[in-house]
């Protein structure tokens, strides 16, 4: 058996959203007992991610390490057709993901403790992301 939902994200630019309860209400309407849900996003500057959702601060650091790992407006990036952000979000996206699958049991998403899933906004501006969500069971 396999159920779909989209969800529509309204990023305020660049930072996590946190869509744990929208994902766990489509895996709720699905009727899974036992299986996988699967999470993507339909673009190429944004990630969804698995991470920590007690201490706010572990989403900061992130933007910190993501800083790091694709600068924005570095003079050897070639692709820069939507600004200084442009190419830094593609390779944010590259390094964090764009789908996450979690294990599904009893009906719920078998995270840990201090998991939630977010979206991940590479761009400094705002956005209207489309995630998709499927259950397979």
Same mark, same amino acid.
Not at 13 to 21: K, N, Q
């Given at each position: 058996?396999?159920?779909?939902?989209?969800?529509?994200?309204?990023?305020?630019?660049?930072?996590?959203?946190?869509?744990?309860?929208?994902?766990?209400?489509?895996?709720?309407?699905?009727?899974?007992?036992?299986?996988?849900?699967?999470?993507?996003?339909?673009?190429?500057?944004?990630?969804?991610?698995?991470?920590?959702?007690?201490?706010?601060?572990?989403?900061?650091?992130?933007?910190?390490?993501?800083?790091?790992?694709? *600068?924005?407006?570095? *003079?050897?990036?070639?692709?820069?057709?939507?600004?200084?952000?442009?190419?830094?979000?593609?390779?944010?996206?590259?390094?964090?993901?764009?789908?996450?699958?979690? *294990?599904?049991?009893?009906?719920?998403?078998?995270?840990?403790?201090?998991?939630?899933?977010?979206?991940?906004?590479?761009?400094?501006?705002?956005?209207?992301?489309?995630?998709?969500?499927?259950?397979?069971?």
């Amino acid at each position: 058996m396999a159920y779909q939902q989209t969800l529509d994200v309204h990023s305020r630019g660049r930072g996590t959203i946190e869509i744990t309860d929208e994902v766990a209400r489509i895996v709720r309407a699905a009727g899974v007992a036992i299986g996988l849900v699967n999470v993507f996003v339909q673009h190429t500057s944004c990630s969804v991610v698995l991470t920590e959702n007690a201490d706010p601060s572990v989403r900061r650091d992130l933007e910190t390490l993501a800083a790091r790992w694709a *600068p924005d407006g570095d *003079p050897a990036y070639h692709h820069d057709n939507e600004g200084d952000d442009d190419m830094a979000a593609h390779g944010r996206n590259i390094i964090a993901g764009s789908s996450l699958t979690v *294990p599904v049991g009893n009906g719920e998403m078998r995270l840990g403790t201090w998991q939630g899933i977010y979206l991940w906004e590479h761009r400094t501006i705002s956005h209207r992301r489309r995630v998709v969500v499927t259950v397979i069971g």
